[in-house]
């Protein structure tokens, strides 16, 4: 079993930036996809950004492409989402995800094995 526990969420206004982090624990090294997903009031969890634990691939919801960046680093165990450009339809509660199987799609929420308890982005225009 693997802990995920994210932090860096918070208040920006329109333009801004922050750097969400989530810190994992346990059996990392049977996970072969670290991921962020969002959910905002109201509306269901989405896929924001994902990546391969070993060849550090990325991959992005076309709503986020060129503004958000996934990284990985091994050494500390932590996955970083850099948000850039933020806007408020970016508002949301961003949670931390791993998972064992490569097969499926990247944003596929169910092939998720392990979930953070999230931490809150608030960008107000």
Do not use: H
Not at 24 to 44: I, L
Not at 45 to 70: H, L, M, N, Q
Not at 90 to 103: E, F, G, K, N
């Amino acid at each position: 079993q693997v802990q995920l526990v994210e932090s860096g969420g918070g208040s920006v206004q329109t333009g801004g930036s922050l750097r969400l982090s989530c810190v994992r624990s346990g059996d990392t090294n049977s996970r072969k996809f670290m991921a962020w997903f969002r959910q905002a009031p109201g509306k269901e969890r989405e896929a924001v950004a994902a990546i391969t634990t070993r060849a550090r691939y990325p991959f992005y919801a076309d709503s986020v492409k060129g503004r958000f960046t996934i990284s990985l680093d091994n050494t500390k165990n932590t996955v970083y989402l850099q948000m850039n450009s933020l806007k408020p339809e970016d508002t949301a509660m961003y949670y931390c995800a791993a998972r064992r199987d490569v097969a499926p799609a990247w944003n596929n929420q169910g092939s998720y094995d392990d979930w953070g308890q999230g931490t809150q982005v608030t960008v107000s225009s």
